[in-house]
């Protein structure tokens, strides 16, 4: 992922008091975000060339303050204080900032970051960085006595460097058992069902070796796995190759208990050996987004004994149900419950993005709600976790139900068929307790009344619409 353009923008409002960098990766723009954002990341790429940093404190949100130490090879030390003005993630992120040399002269500025997804807005982030000084002379001194342009754009090719060679992270918690979760990830039976389907053969034994191919978009990929750590229902680790392809990387999956639920925390390291600039296929990014789809897959493989599924076919093309459902002048005609008045609807239609409405029921009282969306594979499949909410986007729980799951993520596929549409929609609990799990299983009945009313109204909304396509 190396960076596609450097610049200096020199049409900044105040050039005599500013220092303007920005880069463009060959990263999504969440991807970017959090590098910025987690201190355990910051400090991987965090200054110029040669430096090194430790973080003492980094609460990312208005307020919250960032202190850090920067180590210059030569061993002087440059002490920041900073504290956040706004968060908007993953867009925006302004802090007010403090330091300078150890026992040195010392700098103000603000400092505002942006970060712009461009190209297809899912593979290239531009990130911009723009620091403004009190005064012109302030400026001179950081870019005299610091080198403060040259360290930016040094600084910005180390975030580069991370963000090609960082290891794929992954962590979710699932309402399973250690026992289960490791059932799933260790027994082959299962590991087809929700993983590999082409997988021949697994064992958890050190030492233990399997060859076997993957078909993606009409390409085949052999892979050879072998087992080189296993700690049972605790850890297991397997090298990953790609015969014909250099490079040799590590998936290590390391299980973790929290209360009635387990914590995954997947880790892929070694990626960049598989060299993704000569072979995009095999590029970090791609199995960034792989792990976190056999996340979802592995969420719904330990909750398929309570899943809720409802299908139903629209007499519409797939591309027309994938538009009045993603885009808010058409969700705003249907989306809801029966009976009750849309106050507002408001989509960011990419992974991290909300979808976020309120309505009113008839006897006056609103109710708001959002979806969080994880993947989009336009017009065939969307993921997304649904809670409730209040006007602000917050998470909030059940109105009537204390216990009621906080969050449930949602499957919805669009299958074409003969000229209609199949919509499938699966939904289960997630970072939930048994009892929310019960609740949920107990809630079946009612959310079949529901969602068939909400699809009435989609189905007759489809319907005006293609009249009117005819008239």
């Known amino acids: 992922m190396s960076a596609i353009k450097e610049q200096n923008n020199p049409a900044a409002v105040t050039p005599d008091r500013e220092i303007v960098i920005s880069r463009i990766f060959d990263a999504p723009r969440e991807l970017v975000w959090e590098a910025f954002t987690d201190p355990k990341q910051v400090v991987q790429w965090w200054g110029p060339n040669g430096f090194t940093t430790t973080i003492h404190e980094m609460d990312v949100r208005p307020g919250g303050r960032w202190r850090h130490t920067m180590h210059g090879p030569d061993g002087t030390n440059y002490p920041n204080a900073s504290v956040f003005k706004e968060v908007v993630k993953p867009e925006r992120l302004v802090y007010s900032h403090g330091g300078g040399k150890e026992d040195g002269p010392g700098v103000n500025f603000e400092a505002t970051w942006t970060f712009e997804a461009v190209g297809d807005k899912t593979r290239l982030t531009r990130l911009t960085g723009r620091s403004v000084f009190a005064t012109a002379a302030m400026r001179e001194l950081v870019v005299k006595e610091y080198g403060a342009i040259e360290g930016g754009k040094q600084t910005l090719g180390?975030?580069?460097?991370?963000?090609?060679?960082?290891?794929?992270?992954?962590?979710?918690?699932?309402?399973?058992?250690?026992?289960?979760?490791?059932?799933?990830?260790?027994?082959?039976?299962?590991?087809?069902?929700?993983?590999?389907?082409?997988?021949?053969?697994?064992?958890?034994?050190?030492?233990?070796?399997?060859?076997?191919?993957?078909?993606?978009?009409?390409?085949?990929?052999?892979?050879?796995?072998?087992?080189?750590?296993?700690?049972?229902?605790?850890?297991?680790?397997?090298?990953?190759?790609?015969?014909?392809?250099?490079?040799?990387?590590?998936?290590?999956?390391?299980?973790?208990?929290?209360?009635?639920?387990?914590?995954?925390?997947?880790?892929?390291?070694?990626?960049?050996?598989?060299?993704?600039?000569?072979?995009?296929?095999?590029?970090?990014?791609?199995?960034?987004?792989?792990?976190?789809?056999?996340?979802?897959?592995?969420?719904?493989?330990?909750?398929?004994?309570?899943?809720?599924?409802?299908?139903?076919?629209?007499?519409?093309?797939?591309?027309?149900?994938?538009?009045?459902?993603?885009?808010?002048?058409?969700?705003?005609?249907?989306?809801?419950?029966?009976?009750?008045?849309?106050?507002?609807?408001?989509?960011?239609?990419?992974?991290?993005?909300?979808?976020?409405?309120?309505?009113?029921?008839?006897?006056?009282?609103?109710?708001?709600?959002?979806?969080?969306?994880?993947?989009?594979?336009?017009?065939?499949?969307?993921?997304?976790?649904?809670?409730?909410?209040?006007?602000?986007?917050?998470?909030?729980?059940?109105?009537?139900?204390?216990?009621?799951?906080?969050?449930?993520?949602?499957?919805?596929?669009?299958?074409?068929?003969?000229?209609?549409?199949?919509?499938?929609?699966?939904?289960?609990?997630?970072?939930?307790?048994?009892?929310?799990r019960r609740t949920f299983k107990d809630g079946y009945g009612s959310m079949q009344q529901g969602f068939k009313g909400t699809l009435d109204q989609l189905d007759a909304y489809l319907a005006g619409v293609r009249k009117e396509s005819k008239a």
């Open 158 to 436: 180390r975030l580069d460097q991370y963000l090609t060679e960082a290891p794929v992270v992954v962590e979710r918690t699932y309402g399973a058992t250690i026992n289960d979760v490791w059932k799933a990830i260790t027994e082959i039976d299962q590991m087809k069902q929700w993983y590999m389907p082409a997988l021949r053969a697994f064992e958890p034994k050190v030492g233990f070796e399997t060859q076997f191919s993957v078909e993606h978009e009409g390409n085949k990929f052999p892979h050879i796995w072998k087992v080189t750590e296993v700690v049972p229902r605790k850890k297991i680790a397997y090298t990953w190759k790609f015969p014909g392809h250099p490079g040799e990387s590590l998936a290590t999956f390391e299980l973790f208990p929290e209360g009635e639920n387990t914590r995954l925390k997947l880790t892929h390291s070694g990626l960049e050996t598989h060299d993704g600039r000569n072979n995009p296929a095999l590029a970090r990014k791609n199995f960034n987004w792989g792990w976190n789809e056999l996340g979802n897959e592995l969420e719904k493989f330990l909750a398929r004994d309570i899943a809720f599924v409802i299908e139903r076919v629209f007499d519409a093309p797939r591309d027309l149900v994938w538009k009045v459902y993603t885009e808010p002048e058409h969700l705003k005609h249907w989306w809801g419950p029966k009976g009750l008045t849309t106050l507002s609807t408001k989509v960011d239609l990419r992974p991290g993005g909300m979808f976020h409405y309120g309505m009113r029921t008839p006897d006056g009282h609103e109710m708001w709600g959002k979806f969080v969306y994880r993947q989009i594979d336009p017009p065939k499949k969307l993921v997304f976790v649904v809670s409730f909410s209040d006007a602000q986007g917050g998470t909030t729980r059940h109105p009537m139900s204390a216990t009621w799951p906080l969050e449930v993520l949602n499957t919805t596929t669009l299958d074409e068929e003969n000229g209609k549409t199949r919509m499938t929609m699966h939904g289960i609990p997630i970072n939930a307790t048994a009892e929310e």
